[in-house]
C-alpha cells in the first residue's frame, strides 16, 4: 500500500468515525483536543515518527479508556506509525489492538499490515495465516493490489504454485505498482510448470524493464533451450553470458554449448563447454557425455576421459555410447587395459546394438593386444556372442577373432577346453589348439610338472598343422619320460624325434643324442651310451654338457675296462677345468690302478689331494693313496696318508676306516704299543660302529699274543656296547629280531628287538637294533615312533647309522613342520655329509626349515652356500632366490629384494614366481615408480593367470597405484572387478573395503563443495 493510499483510508475511518457518533453523549466521544489534530496533521504528511510518539502522549492522556474512540483511534495510528517506522514491537502493538478491540473497523487494515509485518520477515506461513482473516474487500483498491500480490508470493513460497499463479493474475493486469511483479513471478511460476509458452510471452513483455530486465534473459536462454530454439538460446546467451555473474556464468555456457552441440557446431560447442567445466562444479552426467564427444572429436582424448567417466554412472543408452567412447580415448592415449575393461562394459550394458556389438570387436581386439582378461572368460564372451548372433554382419570378423584370442590366451587350459567343445575344428582352429596345447606343456614342464606335461605334449601330437611344432612335441614327449624315469618309452619318442627331417634344424637335435645317451647308460648299455655320447660332443655348443657328455664317455669306457680310452676321456675333462674335475682325477686314478700302475695312480691322487682340499672325495682319495702304498708295501707312506685323514678330516667316515687300517699296520710290524693305542682311539671314538668291533677283536688278539688276557676282559667290561658274557645269547636273540626285519615282518621285529634291548641293554647289537626299530616304525607310518629311535642312534658318537639317522629325522620332522628341530638335524648332517648330493639335501632342508621357522638370517646363510654348491636342482635355486628375496625384503633392503625377486620371476613359472612378481610391483609402488609398479601388475596377470589369489593381490596394489595418480575412477573399477569375479573371500574383503573408504573420501569432497557453494 502506497503512501498516499494509506493517508486517504487512515482520515476516511476518522471522518466515519466522528460522524457516526458525533450526537452520541457518552464517554465514548469527546472534542478531539489539539494534541490529537496535530497527530493527525503530522500522520497525513507521513512524519510517522513525530506522529507516533505524540499518538503515544495521548494514550498516556486518555490513560485506560478503552471506550474512548480517540483512544482506539490513537492505538490504531500509533500502531500504522510504527510499521511504517520499522519498531522492533510492532507486530506486538498490532496483536494487542486486535485484542482489545476485535469488533473494530480497524481490523481489516490492522491483519493488512500484520500480514506485511510477517511477510517482511519471511515468514510465510503466518502470513498466509493473518491473511486469512481479511475481507479484501474492506480493503482499499492499492491495498487489494498488494494484498494479492503478498499472497501470491507466499503460495509460491510454500510451494503452491497453482494458487500463487491465481493471485498473481489479479494483479498482474492492474496499474498497482505491484502489477510488474506479478507479472514476474507468473511467468516464473509457468516456467517452473514447464508452460514455456505462457512464460515467454510474459517474459517478452519484461525484458526491457529497467527492474527486470537483468533477471529475464536467462529464463529466455533455458525456455529457448527446452523449446529446442537453438539460434535463439545462443544469441541470447552469447549477449547475456558476458554481464553474467560467476554462479550464472557457467550455467549458461552450458546451455549455448549444448545448443552448438545439438547444431553439430562441435568447435563452437568446445568453446563454451570450456567455460561450463570452468565455472560449474557439479555438472550432470548427460552434460558430461557431450563435454566428452566434443573433446573426442576434437582429438582431446586425454581431456575428454573424465567427462565420460562422470557420464558412465547413467545406465541407459548414453551411459552405454560413454563407455564406447572411453575405450577408444584410452586407446588413444595407450591405455589398453582401461580400453579393455570400458569396452566389455560398453558391450555388456546392451541398449544399442550396432554399438554393443562394435564394443565387443574392440574388446577382443585389445584383449588379444594385451594378452588375457584376468576377471573375465572372454573367450566365452565371444562364443555366446557368435552362438547368439549369427546374422550380425560381424560374424565373420568374430570367428577370426576367436582364433586370435586362442593363440594369445595365457590361460591355455581354459582356452584348450573351450576348442575342445567345438565337434569340428577348422585347420585353422587346429593350428590354435596344437599351439594351445604345446604352450600349456611348456609351462607346466618349467614348473616341473612332467606327468601334466606329458599329457599336453601328447595333445599337441593330435594335429600336424604346425610341423615345427609337432616336431618339437615329439622331443618334449621324450624328455617328460626320461625326467620321469621311464627310459624305455622316452627312448621310442627321442627317435621319432631324431627322424624328422626338420628336427636337425633345432636346438634341441644334439640335446636328443646327449639324453639317449644317458638313457643307455642307466640301462647299462655302455657302448649305445658311449656312441651317443660322442654324436651330441660333435654337435653341442653347450660347454657344460660337453664336458658331462665327456665324463660319461669316459665313465662308460671305465665300466667296460677299456681303460686307456677311458684316461684319455677324463684328461679331455681335466683339461676343460671348473667342475667334476675332483671326479675325473680320482676315476683316472683308477684307471692307473687298475693297470697296476701304481705310481700314476699315486701322483694323480696327490694332484686332486693338493689342488682340490675341499672335494667331497679328499678323504677318499687320501684313503686311496694309503692303500695303494700298502699295496706295493710302502707301510710309512701308508701310515702317514692315513694318519692325514683323521688329521685333516676327523669326522669322515674314511677317518675310523683309516685309523682301522693303521692299527692293523702296527700289528702287523708287532708294534703292539702302537696298535693298542689305535685301537683303543677307534673304539673311543667309534663305539658301537663295525670298526670298534673289528678293532675290539683285534685288541683281544694282541692282549692274547701278549698273554694278558685279564686287561682285555677289564676293558672291554668297561665298554658300553658289548656284553663279554653270554655271547651266544645275545647274537641268537638279536638274529630272530632280524631276520623277522628282513622278512618284512615289521610288527614282529619291532617286539622281538625290543626284547632284546631290554635283555642285553649293553648288547653288541644294540645300536643296529635301534636302527632296525626305527625303520619298521618309518614302513609302519608312525614317524614319531620313529623319530625316538633314530635320535636314540644319534645318542651314540657317529657310526655308520648317524647319516641315515639324521637324514631320515630331518625330513619326518620337516614333513611334521617341526621346523626348528629339522634345521639342527639338517646342519648336523651338513657337517658330515661326503657326497654333493647328501651336501645338497642338508643345504636345502636347512634353508626351507629356516625359513619356515621365521629364521630369515639362517635361511638366507644357507641359500647362499646352496648357490655356490655344484649341480644344484633348479627348484633348489629357484627356492634359494626367494628366499634371498623375502628376507631381503623383510629387512627393508629393498634393492637387493627386488634383484632377487627378478632372478625367481625369470627361473620359474610356478607360485613362488607369482609372488616374487607381486613383491617386485609392491617395492616398485614403495619406491613411487607408479608407471613400473602398474606394468609389472599386468604381466603378473599375464604371466601368471593360474594362480589367482596373487593376481587379485596385485589388482588391489593397482587400485593403489590408481589412486596416487589422483584417479579414483579406475581404482573404484579395479576394485569392482576383484568383488565380483576374485572367488576368494579374504580379498575380496579387503577389495571391498578400500572401495567403501574411496567412495566415503569422494562423499565428504561433494558434501564439502556443495556447502561451499
Known sequence: MNRKSLIIATIAVFIFNMTSVFAQTSDYYSEPSLSYKKAIELFSQKAYGPAGKLFEKLIDEYGDKKENLFVEDALFFKFVCAVNTKEGDALQQGERFVKR????????????????????????????????????????????????????????????????????????????PYALPAKYYYAHVQYLRKNFDEALKIFEQLKDNRKFKRYIPEYLVHIYYEKKQYDKVISEGENYIKNASSKTKGEIAGLIANSYYELKDYDKALEYYNIYERYSRNIPPEDNYKIGVVKYKAGLYRDAIGNFEKAT?????????????????????????????????????GGNREISDDALINYIKTTVKTGGDPYNDEIAILEDFIKNHKSSPRINEAYDLLAKLFISSKDYNKALKSLEKISALSPQLKKVYQQLAYNKALELYKRSDFEEAGKLFTKALKYSANPQIYTLSLYWKGDVLYRLGKYKEAEVWYKKFLKRKNAVHTKYYPVAFYNLGY???????????????????KMSKDDKLTKDALLRIADSYFITKNFDKAIVYYDKVIKKGGGNVDYALYQKASCYGAKGNFKEKISTLNTLVRNYGNSNLYSSALFEIGSTYLVIDDRRHAISSFNRIVRKKPNSSFAKKALMKTGLLYYG??????????FKEIIKKYPASPEATEALNSLKNIYTDMGKVDEYIAFARKLNFVQVSKSEEDSLTFVAGENMFLDNKCANSIQALKKYITKFPK????????????????????????????????????????????????????????????????????????????KLEALDGMMRSAFYSGKYKKASNAAKEL?????????????????????????????????????????????????????????????????????????????????????????????????????????????????DNYEGNDLKKIAQEKLDKIKSQKLKINENENGNE
Open 101 to 176: 478491540y476485535p469488533q473494530s473497523v480497524h481490523l481489516p487494515s490492522v491483519y493488512f499490515y500484520m500480514g506485511k509485518l510477517y511477510f517482511d520477515r519471511r515468514k510465510y506461513r503466518q502470513t498466509l495465516q493473518v491473511y486469512g482473516k481479511v475481507d479484501p474487500g474492506k480493503l482499499s483498491y492499492d491495498e487489494r493490489a498488494e494484498y494479492y500480490y503478498i499472497k501470491g508470493y507466499c503460495y509460491l513460497k510454500t510451494n503452491k504454485p497453482g494458487k500463487a499463479l491465481s493471485y498473481f493474475k489479479r494483479v498482474m493486469n492492474t496499474d498497482s
Open 519 to 537: 638313457i643307455a647308460y642307466h640301462q647299462k648299455k655302455y657302448n649305445d651310451a658311449i656312441n651317443y655320447f660322442l654324436k651330441f660332443v
Open 669 to 678: 710290524n708287532n708294534q703292539y704299543d702302537k696298535a693298542i693305542k689305535t
Open 763 to 838: 648288547g653288541g647289537f644294540v645300536l643296529k637294533s635301534y636302527y632296525y626299530i626305527a625303520r619298521c616304525y618309518e614302513n609302519l607310518k608312525t614317524p614319531d615312533s620313529a623319530l625316538v629311535y633314530y635320535n636314540k642312534i644319534l645318542d651314540f658318537p657317529d657310526n655308520q647309522y648317524t647319516l641315515k639317522a639324521l637324514l631320515t629325522s630331518a625330513r619326518l620332522d620337516f614333513d611334521k613342520k617341526n621346523f626348528e628341530e629339522s634345521y639342527d638335524y639338517y646342519s648336523k648332517l651338513l657337517d658330515l655329509a661326503e657326497t654333493n648330493k647328501l
Open 867 to 979: 648357490l655356490k654348491t655344484d649341480n644344484v636342482d633348479e627348484g633348489e635355486i629357484v627356492f634359494a632366490h626367494y628366499v634371498l628375496g623375502k628376507t631381503y625384503y623383510a629387512n627393508n633392503d629393498l634393492k637387493e629384494a627386488e634383484r632377487e625377486f627378478g632372478i625367481t620371476d625369470k627361473l620359474t613359472s610356478g607360485e613362488k614366481g607369482a609372488e616374487a612378481k607381486y613383491y617386485i610391483a609392491e617395492i616398485e609402488f614403495k619406491n613411487k615408480n607408479l608407471d613400473a609398479a602398474e606394468k609389472t601388475v599386468y604381466e603378473l596377470s599375464d604371466n601368471y593367470p593360474d594362480f589367482t589369489y596373487w593376481v587379485a593381490k596385485g589388482f588391489i596394489l593397482l587400485s593403489d597405484v590408481y589412486l596416487e595418480r589422483s584417479n579414483s575412477f579406475q581404482a573404484e573399477q579395479t576394485l569392482k572387478s576383484i568383488i
Open 313 to 349: 554412472a547413467l545406465e541407459n543408452e548414453i551411459g552405454q555410447t560413454a563407455w564406447y567412447y572411453l575405450g577408444f580415448c584410452y586407446l588413444n592415449t595407450g591405455q589398453d587395459k582401461f580400453s579393455r575393461d570400458a569396452f566389455l562394459k560398453a558391450y555388456r550394458m
